[in-house]
């Protein structure tokens, strides 16, 4: 691979940077201003005197002593923290004349000895840089009576959050929020900060982190999630507090919610309920979209490798419980939480148990054109369902610190799940000019239940031997899948010259599918340190597959009774997937740069067999994954990072050997067993700015992925009957790919407190397909624009607008005269005002346009909501709401996309307009002194 002449450039003037000399510099040393006794390790920041950006900072010696080198000239601020002391800062300047500032004794006061009257809450307080974690003090901000944690969330430099509790920090979205360093209630950050009071937090951290392979190696491994941690008040561990919520709505919905809290001391006890049919369906962002879990398929390695699923293969329907707003929901969920820590915080526990159910009811309608080599096909179809799901789940997480140098993590979960589902499909194809192709009308009742189990242990040892390592990870994995249902279908097959039916497929089956995998996956890595900045870490994983997949259809004898066993489109199959990889890490890190460069080879022995014939299909491959990143940090609050990543894409059993099913029977899939693999790769390049305490940012990113023998889809559609088969193959001749690329800047203008920022964006890409056997070049780009304002007084308003326009290209080269090119603009908008007498008028609304093209007419949605909420008492412990959601009555979500040679849009059914009356009790009650561990 060639590096482009640019990158060359940028590291050619990075490593010019690092060897260049300054001749200013400041020393010192930190001491107790009592005691005098040195402050070994207190944090020692140089700021901008003009916007207080850090410019250096390091960490005290033994005997509390301090210097820094390489500082430009300018004026500055210098910046002493140390555990349970007040801060000192100082003003200082460095010219020519000035080169070198000696600050001596720097004295240090307890907290403890100052008055209280004099302690200043100023911004140079309220945030800490500590390494790569952002620590904000929460008492450096304005807290209300009865505040959540989102409420403080918002307040600080950086962060964002959306109406639906959703978080954003300098760009990128936290996924995890931690208490006291431990999960609460699993992954949704918005059970921790909807319902978690703002006056109980002590501190806010922010920081990436990153699995607890990397963490304890040292080697990125790229799995990194944006965190935060709630560092709780140590007189706000031992006490209770939660929330009561009801509400009775028009269109006969309603919602209720109840969350109860005990913490004592660093054991945490916590219970919540939700029932509602308006959509809510639990406590949190994430809850509201999911039910179920990930555990649906199982992959075996990360080399792009086969997968299994354990849920539809057998061609029927399934549900998982997920919810995105389309039909009509009644949902019941609940949950309990606790962890502790004991032992000299040695030994840890975090459990969860959850139970939940979801009915939902509703109908999808979906527009498609099919571009074919002599012509279009249109196909309307409509979805009516009725679906059902439950889920029991419970898992817990015991640590230990063994010793000094070893640890050892402990995970177990498990989870009984079972669903319905009742669907009726009804699709009708014409050839473009209104002349009917087919018609089919089709049911399909299932109903299965699931048990999942995994389990996972997590050793680690270090050494004596600085960066000296070993670790070993073993889990395994047990899912099993049993489900029945009945297919009924019938297709009508027309002739466009006459408009009469030619023909008529029935199908009429009962089927029934038991799916059982068993994955055994294990890696251990030993990590040596070669000299003070560079590293090597050597790995070796295993992987074990045995699962089995017994699917069985039935036709009815002549008495209605479904007897007759279908050996076509049944089967029995076993796998035995067997995986042993290989890899090697070398990792180099030096003041403001950071390399890795890594390479894994994994070799994969396949075989399946079918029990019915005995016929046995094996494959053996290896899969290459390099990868390599290098990082350039010039501050604590910049960074520019390059990465690359290479892997081999294996063909899936349902590519090379599809099982046969007939549950739509206008798309057929065949199988080919010379396909070859692909190689995918990424590129990307990462830049960030983020001037926190001036509320200054820039963000920009680019990525670009292609492959080689892509593996691509042979369509061959009859424009006679639509009938539609399917078959993949390697492209040999060309290279597919997609980028994207974006920019975002945000700035607050102190002067009037208004917040600003601006995006922009492009990606696209080319894709290949065969369709009736012709190469078929698909074309897409995207440009966008927005801009966003945002102003707010503590307890006085809020206010947010965001919005800008769009424009997508869609190129087809079979036919050119097809494409579909669309403007389309986004805007949102949200404002809060506090009115007298604790009364608080909430709005909200959000626009969506899109263009007219060849296909669709354009489209125009606008979803606006309101509320009104009085609260009672001091502490705004009690509340009345009214909230109108959908006052338009516009509900319709609507999602409109191009793929290969389809155009389609789809629009689901929703909950329309409602009014809600709502009663809301919030109660606390915490002990006067802190709790004893």
Known sequence: MKLHPLIILMMLLCSARLFAQSPYHIKGAVADTSSKTRLTNATVCVLNAKDSIIRRFVYAKEGGSFAINNLPPGNFILLVSYPAYADYVEKFTLDPAHPTKDFGSVNMPLKSRLLHDVIVKGTVNAIKIKGDTTEFSAKAYVIQPNDKVEDLLKQLPGIQVDKDGKITANGQTVSKVLVDGDEFFGDDPTLVTKNLRADMVDKVQ??????????????????????????????????????????????????????????????????????????KIGLGFADNNALGSSANSVQIDDGGGIIVFGGSSDGLDSFDGTYFGNGKPLAHNGGLHYDSKWNGDKETINTNYRIGSMDINGLTTTTTQQTLTNGIINTNSRQGFNNYAFRNKAEATYTIKIDTTSNLKIGADGAFKNFRVMNNYQNVTDNGNGKLINFNDRDVNNHGDQQLFNASLFYTKKFKKVGRNISWNISESYNNNETKGNLNSRVDFYNTTSGGIDSTQRINQYKTSDVLSSVLNSNITYGEPLTKFASMVFNYGFALNNSTADRKSFNQDAAGNYTIFDNVYSNDYKLLRITNQFGASYTYRKKKFNTTLSAKASIADYKQTDEYTMNTFSRSYVNWLPRASFQYSPSLQKSITFSYSGFSQQPGIDQIQPIRV???????????????????????????????????????????????????????????????TIQYINLTDRSPYNYSASFSTSRKIKSIGLSTGIRLNTNGNINYSYINNALNETKSRTYGASLNLSKSAVKKYDLYVSGGPSYTFNEFSLQPTANNNAAGFNAFGNASYYLPAKFLIRTDAQYTYTAATRAFDAQRITLWNASLTKTFFKDDALAFAVNATDLLNNNLRTNRYANANMITQTNNSGIGRYVMFSVIWNFTKFATEPAKN
Request: charged fraction near 20%.
């Open 206 to 279: 922010l920081f990436d982190k990153k699995s607890d392979q990397a963490a304890f190696t040292g080697v990125d491994d790229g799995k990194r999630t944006k965190t935060i941690n709630i560092q709780l008040k140590e007189d706000k561990k031992n006490g209770t507090f939660g929330k009561l919520d009801g509400g009775l709505a028009t269109q006969k919905l309603y919602e209720s919610q109840a969350i109860y809290n005990r913490f004592k001391a660093k054991a945490k006890y916590s219970a919540y309920g939700t029932s509602a049919n308006n959509g």
């Open 662 to 724: 007939n549950t739509d029977p206008l798309n057929i899939t065949l199988g080919n067993a010379n396909l070859k693999p692909a190689y995918s790769q990424n590129f990307s390049v990462y830049y960030n700015s983020a001037k926190i305490i001036s509320g200054t940012s820039s963000y920009g990113s680019v990525y670009f992925y292609n492959q080689y023998d892509a593996i691509v889809n042979n369509t061959v559609t009859d424009a006679k009957t639509g009938k539609t």
